[in-house]
């Protein structure tokens, strides 16, 4: 399978906390991006790392990607209640393929 | 922004029947699209790569003749489930690649299926 992995599957913190996530790959990339799920909803789109780079921001999400590892790291800052949701890291070489995902838990 | 649509959103059936879902970029135009399948508190799986005009693609393991699969446009493809059983309930999901090259995929809300 090319399916990634995430770590930890499950990561539950208090509100304002910092929130980490890993993420591994196992074939080489074109870019590496980071999705977010709410509860039986559709996937949104975070951001996006291409493979010639190191890190990138957005605004509370800081990106980070190794490719000699084959990991990449989705930093949230000063978290919120409202980011409690499953996020995923794809990879897209010719095809896209969906790490195992982490559920992240706020707790106001 | 790029938006894409599915519908039905929910679909209930009986096993054995057949079921359509569609899935369609609102506001660009897509030479590929790819339907995904996410079981309860699970990761997406790619099931296909859907390609316009021309045959979809299949991931190991997917069956290409319980799953057709057909991208008669720019702007739609339809994922058809054939004689639907129980364990083919899940959330489908596609995604549309935007034809002008940029690299990020735009997703659907997704379609539950139950079959009963």
């Known amino acids: 399978s090319q399916q990634g992995e995430e770590d930890p599957q499950a990561l539950s913190i208090q509100e304002g906390e910092n929130a980490t996530m890993n993420c591994s790959y196992k074939t080489s990339i074109n870019n590496l991006q980071w999705y977010r799920q709410n509860s039986g909803r559709g996937l949104v789109h975070l951001i996006l790392i291409r493979s010639n780079e190191r890190e990138k921001h957005s605004g509370r999400l800081r990106v980070t990607l190794d490719t000699s590892k084959k990991s990449s790291s989705l930093l949230i800052t000063a978290s919120r209640a409202a980011d409690t949701a499953s996020y995923f890291c794809?990879?897209?070489?010719?095809?896209?393929?969906f790490g195992t995902g982490t559920s992240l838990t706020v707790i106001p | 922004g790029a938006v894409v649509s599915q519908h039905p959103s929910w679909v209930i059936c009986k096993s054995g029947t057949s079921v359509k879902i569609e899935c369609r970029s609102l506001d660009f135009q897509a030479t590929t699209m790819f339907w995904y399948r996410q079981f309860p508190k699970q990761s997406l799986m790619l099931m296909a790569t859907s390609n316009e005009g021309s045959k979809a693609t299949y991931e190991q393991g997917v069956e290409k003749d319980k799953f057709l699969i057909n991208h008669a446009s720019l702007t739609l493809s339809t994922l058809t489930v054939t004689s639907a059983h129980p364990e083919d309930s899940s959330f489908y999901i596609c995604?549309?690649?935007?034809?002008?090259?940029?690299?990020?995929?735009?997703f659907g809300p997704g379609t539950r299926l139950l079959v009963l």
């Open positions: 995604s549309a690649r935007d034809m002008r090259g940029q690299e990020t995929q735009y």
């Open positions: 794809a990879t897209s070489g010719n095809q896209f393929y």
